[in-house]
């Protein structure tokens, strides 16, 4: 049995050691082959990803030629994007933004385009009295049309019949409504105070000429304290007409500042004409330091800018234009003011138009409301100040989020990915905005913000701000001519034969 010194151990140990290290530096080494072997792969990947994206930029290059084939489009009036006008020869010129987004798509994808202008005889032999949106996608749908130039916002079930390229407009919607006009100023002097407090006067000096009247009665009857010197000019015997007669005209004389005597000195008679000179002083000054402000400053109605202010009003109704999302948003409402302008709708069904230009007829009587993209409000704001140069209508606050119209193709046509790659690029470019903006008439005066805080201006009162006044005094003069001419008349027949004879 031999012994195994100590530097024999140690040798065995370093070499156990080593042998044990040389598995780890193989696995090492292997792992770092992996690692190159993947680098060259994710290179290659690349390389080949790099030649597809070259490939298919080369293919969409060569998509973007149509090779000049025609394509045929629907146009309805749709101002400011498109602006038909009948010529005499039976053609139609359109000079809105629409027709300059498809000369740049022209030149950009090299077709020419025809357009169908709808609706026409054609149309409303087929389909009736179909609105303009629902026409045109009943004609693409049935494929008798490659597209239309008129916007659509798209949604679910509009994209079951129809494609949808990438959207030409985006804009919130609003309503154009009609600029408020001045309050009737020709009762503008009952304006300080309100029909309550009116009433509480008259009921007031109503009282008060009753308690006057019975108090003179009594006076009369049981104390005879009429005063000596003014009964000298007195009736001996007043009526109660007469009594109540006179002490209207005294009241309404302490109402305007005139004055008058009263015969009657009991004292309980002085403190009742004491309390009524009182509240009349109160009565006349409020009166007099206010009235100057209503006659001056013109009142003006209350102005409509949200679908609460509309459903408010009594003068102005709400209209709609047939399949827009608006109609369906307003119909399906279950509370609030839309739900209330539904109801309005639901009971006055012609209030649902199908085209635009019955929509123009409507507002021009600045008795409707209509809610539509704000650039078509603008434009008929700004048309109507083109014709009138007045400001006679304006565009409301949106009242929704920026919504994206879009242009309608066939169902799985081939031309929706070029026109949505078309359509993204000239986006891009800015160039849509400046066309619209281009096709609105100028009328900035109509579209300026006023100022909230109103400076007073001093001016004369003029015969309008006093028109209620002479009004009352025409029908004063008049009602008092007519019973005067009235009394004598009942005079002259009752009078006795036998003193005429005589």
């Not at 007195?234 to 009594?243: D, M």
């Not at 004063?476 to 009078?495: C, K, P, W, Y």
């Given at each position: 049995m031999s012994t195994i010194t100590c530097s024999e151990y140690h040798r065995a140990t370093i070499v156990l050691r080593a042998r044990r290290c040389v598995p780890s530096l193989a696995h090492l080494v292997m792992s770092f082959r992996?690692?190159?072997?993947?680098?060259?792969?994710?290179?290659?990947?690349?390389?080949?990803?790099?030649?597809?994206?070259?490939?298919?930029?080369?293919?969409?290059?060569?998509?973007?030629?149509?090779?000049?084939?025609?394509?045929?489009?629907?146009?309805?009036?749709?101002?400011?994007?498109?602006?038909?006008?009948?010529?005499?020869?039976?053609?139609?010129?359109?000079?809105?933004?629409?027709?300059?987004?498809?000369?740049?798509?022209?030149?950009?994808?090299?077709?020419?385009?025809?357009?169908?202008?709808?609706?026409?005889?054609?149309?409303?032999?087929?389909?009736?009295?179909?609105?303009?949106?629902?026409?045109?996608?009943?004609?693409?749908?049935?494929?008798?049309l490659?597209?239309?130039?008129?916007?659509?916002?798209?949604?679910?079930?509009?994209?079951?019949?129809?494609?949808?390229a990438y959207y030409m407009w985006a804009e919130s919607l609003a309503m154009v409504v009609p600029r408020p006009g001045q309050e009737p100023r020709i009762f503008t002097f009952v304006h300080p105070f309100q029909s309550t407090v009116w009433l509480l006067i008259f009921l007031a000096a109503s009282i008060i000429i009753a308690l006057m009247t019975l108090f003179s009665g009594i006076y009369c009857k049981l104390f005879a304290t009429l005063d000596p010197d003014?009964?000298?000019?007195?009736?001996?015997?007043?009526?109660?007409?007469?009594?109540?007669?006179y002490y209207a005209i005294y009241l309404a004389n302490t109402l305007t500042n005139q004055g008058n005597a009263i015969p009657l000195r009991r004292l309980s008679f002085r403190i009742l004409i004491g309390v009524w000179v009182l509240t009349a002083t109160v009565l006349v000054n409020s009166y007099s330091s206010t009235v100057i402000s209503y006659l001056t400053i013109p009142k003006m109605k209350p102005a409509i800018n949200t679908f609460e202010d509309l459903a408010n009003s009594q003068e102005v109704e709400l209209i709609l234009l047939a399949d827009t999302m608006t109609k369906k948003q307003i119909l399906d409402a279950t509370h609030g003011a839309?739900?209330?302008?539904?109801?309005?709708?639901?009971?006055?069904?012609?209030?649902?138009?199908?085209?635009?230009?019955?929509?123009?007829?409507?507002?021009?009587?600045?008795?409707?409301?209509?809610?539509?993209?704000?650039?078509?409000?603008?434009n008929f704001v700004a048309s109507q100040f083109q014709?009138?140069?007045?400001?006679?209508?304006?565009?409301?606050?949106?009242?929704?989020?920026?919504?994206?119209?879009?242009?309608?193709?066939?169902?799985?046509?081939?031309?929706?990915?070029?026109?949505?790659?078309?359509?993204?690029?000239?986006?891009e470019t800015?160039?849509?905005?400046y066309w619209v903006?281009?096709?609105?008439?100028?009328?900035?005066?109509?579209?300026?913000?006023?100022?909230?805080?109103?400076?007073?201006?001093?001016?004369?009162?003029?015969?309008?701000?006093?028109a209620g006044a002479f009004l009352?005094?025409?029908?004063?003069?008049?009602?008092?001519?007519?019973?005067?001419?009235?009394?004598?008349?009942?005079?002259?027949?009752?009078?006795?034969?036998?003193?005429?004879?005589?």
């Open positions: 992996h690692l190159m072997i993947l680098l060259v792969m994710m290179d290659t990947l690349i390389s080949l990803a790099a030649a597809v994206s070259q490939s298919s930029y080369h293919t969409n290059k060569k998509a973007d030629n149509l090779n000049g084939i025609e394509l045929n489009f629907a146009s309805i009036h749709f101002p400011p994007h498109n602006i038909l006008t009948l010529m005499p020869n039976g053609n139609y010129t359109d000079i809105g933004s629409t027709p300059l987004y498809f000369a740049w798509l022209q030149e950009k994808l090299n077709f020419t385009i025809s357009y169908d202008y709808l609706p026409n005889n054609l149309t409303k032999t087929q389909y009736g009295n179909l609105g303009d949106i629902a026409l045109v996608l009943k004609l693409v749908e049935e494929k008798k490659d597209g239309s130039s008129r916007f659509v916002i798209a949604n679910y079930d509009r994209l079951k019949s129809v494609d949808f003014y009964l000298s000019s007195l009736p001996r015997k007043f009526t109660i007409y007469e009594w109540s007669s839309q739900k209330t302008l539904g109801d309005q709708i639901r009971k006055n069904p012609d209030r649902i138009l199908n085209n635009i230009e019955k929509v123009n007829v409507r507002l021009i009587t600045e008795r409707y409301a209509f809610a539509n993209p704000q650039s078509v409000c603008n014709e009138t140069r007045k400001c006679r209508f304006k565009t409301t606050d949106p009242y929704s989020m920026t919504v994206f119209f879009s242009m309608p193709l066939q169902k799985s046509s081939k031309l929706t990915p070029i026109f949505q790659y078309a359509l993204m690029e000239l986006q800015g160039f849509p905005e903006k281009k096709s609105i008439p100028h009328a900035q005066k109509c579209f300026k913000k006023t100022n909230q805080r109103k400076i007073a201006i001093r001016k004369p009162i003029s015969l309008d701000d006093l009352i005094l025409g029908v004063g003069v008049s009602l008092a001519t007519f019973f005067f001419l009235l009394e004598n008349i009942i005079r002259f027949q009752s009078r006795d034969p036998a003193i005429e004879t005589q």
